[in-house]
């Protein structure tokens, strides 16, 4: 599985992204998708997780991000996105997505996933 993340920029405080991560080779109906960020100087925390097309798509967010980000799928074109609404400075990250075959549930735990994106950039400006 070959993870892309694409959509990252600079906006200022308040403002919206969309990043989304498309998967390409081998893809599963229980393939979960989950969203890490980094801040500089600081380790890759889990934000968000999307359960496979076949275990129900159940959605999961992070307390930081809850109610300000949403996640969607699009299944014919294989992509995951993330809609970041009322951004702030602390956001600023690196955005990874991640790909695992989980089950029913999905987690926020690196060891969980098993490919990687290589990440886009977000800059939040105040």
């Known amino acids: 599985v070959q993870l892309v993340e694409s959509g990252g920029g600079d906006v200022q405080s308040g403002g919206s992204l969309n990043v989304s991560c498309t998967a390409s080779g081998f893809t599963s109906g229980q393939l979960a998708i989950a969203w890490f960020r980094q801040a500089p100087g600081k380790e890759r925390v889990g934000i968000s997780c999307i359960t496979g097309v076949d275990v129900g798509s159940s959605r999961s967010y992070a307390q930081s991000v809850k109610g300000r980000f949403t996640l969607s799928r699009d299944n014919a074109k294989n992509t995951v996105s993330l809609q970041m609404n009322n951004l702030q400075p602390e956001d600023t990250a690196v955005y990874y997505c991640?790909?695992?075959?989980?089950?029913?549930?999905?987690?926020?735990?690196?060891?969980?996933?098993?490919?990687w994106g290589r990440g886009t950039q977000v800059t939040v400006s105040s």
């Open positions: 991640a790909a695992g075959v989980l089950g029913r549930l999905c987690t926020h735990r690196r060891a969980d996933y098993v490919y």
